[in-house]
């Protein structure tokens, strides 16, 4: 039985067995289940009503998985997990570099994806009850509902939900160091492994979305053998 108060997800495979195996299990555990098996099909889906996250395979026919995730960012910022055959980082990071929220590898266990959706869902709600509309820090203001970043010449940009996950962990906790693992852990539920480059790629991007991306960066600083740290002080309105 569904639970309006769980949400309602979108599982896209062209695998059939593997969309009726997520969709029974995820229905056990009270989510909304709709599934597509190709772009075009989840486009159609996904107009008809309102996803609260997205599960998207890589390997589809027609456009990949890394496609739809571009085109779905223009038109939404929904969280969006995405599946790989591969245990390739390069998948990993491509992913997280087009706007994914989060990443498994197949084969999965359905039990770890339920963790995750459950992780991303409960991160998407606090940031969404928690903060105020704006937060305000150096040259720049963030919207928390629509997820816009205002630079003060007027530039706007739209923010993925990766970067989004990543900016809001920093302007919580400004001038203070964070490691890999608690930034990992925070965005994605879970500790980085020791050789997962996809958190330095994520912050090298958020650098260069905040005009940061210098040999020395003067916002997010590298704190060597430590973290990263936001330097700027992080005000709030509305």
């Known amino acids: 039985m569904t639970n309006p108060d769980k949400g309602k997800i979108l599982v ?11 969709a029974t299990h995820l229905n056990k555990n009270g989510y ?4 597509a098996g190709d772009g075009e099909q989840m486009f159609a889906i996904y ?5 609260n996250l997205v599960i998207l395979d890589v390997m589809l026919p027609g456009d990949d998985g890394f496609t739809l995730c571009q085109r779905l960012r223009k038109k939404s910022d929904v969280p969006v997990i995405m599946l790989t055959a591969s ?23 359905p039990r770890e994806l339920l963790a995750r959706i459950k992780a991303l869902l409960r991160r998407v ?21 629509t997820r816009q970043l205002t630079h ?11 970067d989004f996950n990543l900016l809001s962990l920093f302007l919580n906790h ?9 930034i990992s852990d925070t965005i994605r539920g879970r500790e980085a492994s020791p050789f997962d480059r996809s958190i330095d790629v994520q912050i ?3 650098r260069q979305r905040l005009r940061d991306s210098g040999k020395q960066p003067k916002l997010i600083k590298t704190i060597r053998g430590s973290g990263y740290l936001l330097a700027a002080e992080v005000s709030n309105e509305g």
Do not use: C, M
Request: net charge negative.
């Open 125 to 145: 709600r606090y940031n969404q009850r928690q903060q105020p509309r704006f937060l305000n820090f150096a040259d720049w203001q963030l919207d928390i509902t």
């Open 47 to 51: 107009q008809e009503g309102q996803h």
């Open 32 to 35: 909304d289940v709709d599934t």
């Open 152 to 162: 003060h010449d007027g530039e706007v940009l739209e923010l993925s939900g990766a």
């Open 204 to 206: 090298s991007r958020l």
């Open 174 to 182: 400004p001038n203070e160091v964070l490691d890999r693992d608690t």
């Open 87 to 109: 245990s390739d980082e390069t998948d990993r990071v491509i992913g997280l570099e087009i706007g994914a929220d989060d990443y498994i590898a197949k084969p999965f266990s």
């Open 12 to 22: 896209v495979d062209d695998d059939v067995e593997i969309r009726d195996l997520l």
